[in-house]
């Protein structure tokens, strides 16, 4: 499987648990990242100079990235908080050629609102999308593409005003169990992001571990070659094919 996102630290934090649940059952699992989060704060206090940050990140998510069980990170080396104003097909062309190589079964992203509405998300959306287009005219159509998205009750627990996805509507909900704990351990690997993660990290240890217990997709169903998909488990029929 592969994750898709614009900054260092959006593996952990979106879907840590779920890469760390898969790569525990000895899936291959990669991670795709636009940028090396220059852009981003130093930490509460700071953790390096501003112009040692893209060094310093990058470190952190590739520790994150052993903690979680990924395989490979790549980074398309875009200037953090330029997204937007890339060319869409041009980071299309790219993202695309990288899952060619990795050739996933499973595509993981952003949903069109980019979670949180941030820029650069969003045009990660847009340019995944396009790219998991492109591998099908290139010899290799992607299974399955994915959105993480939270829950309306997600937003609720956490005590912030963001709408949030219905929960009817998700397609997938996975259970971690044990991820939770190796999730919570990589998302503490970014500590230059830690004011970020204040307004819950502040929550007792086994009340994040709750939080942190499902994580939440949805399908997209016009991109995705197969979209009969089970409730629980974004595989469910192709691990042994």
Request: proline fraction near 6%.
């Amino acid at each position: 499987m592969a994750f898709v996102y614009a900054h260092p630290d959006d593996e952990s934090f979106i879907t840590g648990g779920t890469a760390a649940h898969y790569s525990s059952q000895g899936v291959e699992v990669y991670l795709l990242c636009a940028t090396r989060g220059e852009a981003g704060r130093t930490g509460i206090p700071p953790v390096c100079a501003r112009e040692e940050l893209p060094r310093v990140r990058t470190e952190e998510v590739i520790r994150a990235a052993v903690t979680l069980g990924i395989s490979e990170v790549q980074f398309l080396d875009y200037r953090d908080g330029t997204l937007s104003e890339q060319p869409t097909g041009e980071m299309a062309g790219e993202i695309a050629e990288a899952l060619l190589a990795w050739r996933p079964h499973v595509v993981v992203t952003f949903p069109p609102d980019g979670l949180s509405g941030h820029p650069d998300h969003r045009a990660v959306h847009r340019a995944a999308r396009r790219a998991v287009a492109l591998c099908g005219e290139r010899g290799w159509t992607v299974p399955r593409l994915f959105y993480a998205v939270f829950p309306a009750s997600f937003w609720r627990t956490v005590g912030r005003d963001r709408p949030g996805v219905e929960e009817s509507s998700i397609n997938v909900t996975l259970e971690l169990g044990e991820a939770a704990r190796v999730k919570l351990e990589a998302v503490r690997k970014h500590r230059t992001q830690n004011h970020v993660l204040r307004w819950y990290l502040n929550f007792p240890e086994e009340e994040i571990l709750r939080l942190y217990q499902r994580e939440y997709f949805l399908l997209d169903r016009e991109l995705s070659a197969d979209s009969d998909v089970s409730p629980t488990c974004l595989f469910a029929g192709l691990l042994d094919s």
